[in-house]
């Protein structure tokens, strides 16, 4: 499938900064093309569904830097 935003995610991704966006949206290309290569590459589901978690939490961490959050207070 292509990378795509459905009507309900784009409305919940209009209150995030637009740094947060253009990561996840980078992302969500990287990772549809990497599955449907490894998948074209024969690799076996359980592999391919692993690379894409380790990738997505580059991505993630990636996120996280770049939003700053207040200190919880105590």
């Known amino acids: ?5 459905g ?8 209150t995030l900064p637009q740094a947060v966006r253009d990561i996840a949206w980078k992302g969500q290309l990287r990772m549809c093309h990497r599955h ?8 076996p589901k359980v592999v391919v569904t692993t690379a894409i978690a380790r990738e997505m939490l580059g991505f993630i961490w ?11 207070k105590t």
């Not at 449907?36 to 690799?43: D, E, Q, S, T, V």
């Not at 990636?62 to 919880?72: C, F, G, L, Q």
């Open 7 to 14: 009507r309900k995610m784009f409305d919940r991704l209009e």
């Open 1 to 5: 499938m292509q990378a795509r935003v």
């Open 36 to 43: 449907r290569h490894l998948i074209a590459a024969g690799k």
């Open 62 to 72: 990636a996120i996280a830097r770049e939003v700053s959050v207040a200190p919880a």
